[in-house]
T-cell receptor, first 113, second 109 residues
């Protein structure tokens, strides 16, 4: 089976600019997750979707971050405006259902200048 | 509060030596724990989960509720085991994973 696809792989922007990441989960996976991984730390969940509905976004900085999964398949994560502390790898993962093992994409490495 | 602690940032062993990567958790509910691994230039992938009680690539992990630990063990380390290892706790059985900070395992020839 094809894995979780993410793009772009790398992104460099200046602070206060906006950026968007795209994720295509494994076909048939109902649950989709976005994680933020800061250098030297483990991944931290930002938002979890079940089909096209949000299950958990308690750790998403909603003043600048937004995410959607309109048709219950692909998802985009946006940051506007970016801050220096947003420099991180943004990982997308998907699972068949909520309590099933999560499969991760390669991630997008974001650098803020 | 829910927390996963991996006390070692780096663990260096020689090939053939036993290895134990430590993981401690804090959670008031019934824990479900996982080990994920990330090899160089590869994506994060599931290594094993405690409910499966299986051995993957020679690794095992036993959940010790008394000590709130889920240490990962392998009796004889191989060079190809060199990677980042993350312990993770499933929170509320809703799919939310809480990760530890990770331990880099380096197996020297």
């Amino acid at each position: 089976e094809a894995g979780v696809a993410q793009s772009p792989r790398y992104k460099i922007i200046e602070k206060r600019q906006s950026v968007a990441f795209w994720c295509n989960p494994i076909s048939g996976h109902a649950t989709l997750y976005w994680y933020q991984q800061i250098l030297g730390q483990g991944p931290k969940l930002l938002i979890q979707f079940q089909n096209n509905g949000v299950v958990d976004d308690s750790q998403l900085p909603k003043d600048r971050f937004s995410a959607e999964r309109l048709k219950g398949v692909d998802s985009t994560l946006k940051i506007q405006p970016a801050k220096l502390e947003d420099s991180a790898v943004y990982l997308c993962a998907s699972s068949l259902e909520r309590d099933q093992p999560q499969h991760f994409g390669d991630g997008t490495r974001l650098s803020i200048l | 509060a829910q927390r996963v602690t991996q006390p070692e940032k780096l663990l260096s062993v020689f090939k053939g030596a036993p290895v134990e990567l430590k993981c401690n958790y804090s959670y008031s509910g019934s824990p479900e724990l996982f080990w994920y691994v990330q090899y160089s230039r590869q994506r994060l992938q599931l290594l094993l989960r405690h409910i499966s009680r299986e051995s993957i690539k020679g690794f095992t992990a036993d959940l010790n509720k008394g000590e709130t630990s889920f240490h990962l063990k392998k009796p004889f380390a191989q060079e190809e085991d060199s990677a980042m290892y993350y312990c993770a706790l499933l929170y509320n059985q809703g799919g939310k994973l809480i990760f530890g900070q990770g331990t880099e395992l380096s197996v020297k020839p």
